[in-house]
């Protein structure tokens, strides 16, 4: 049971729903939905992706931060 009796909000794959199959690292603005304001990654728990397509978008945030799509840190 959820704390302080909230219901527990089910959240659908971003990636799922829009028929994705595979994440560009190209596209920066899908990916920055999935980090936080620190530039890291959100887990699952928060943004409702499913683990397949967690995955995926680690590796995609990976390849564009070494392409420099995407900054490491921002501070």
Partial sequence: MPK????????????????????????VKVLQRFLSSYAKILPRKKT?????HQRKLAQAVKRARIMALIPFTTR
Wanted: overall charge positive.
């Fill in 48 to 52: 409702g992706i499913c683990a397949k």
């Fill in 4 to 27: 302080n009796n909230q219901q527990k909000q089910k959240r659908d794959c971003y990636f799922c729903i829009n028929g994705l199959t595979e994440i560009d690292y190209k596209e």
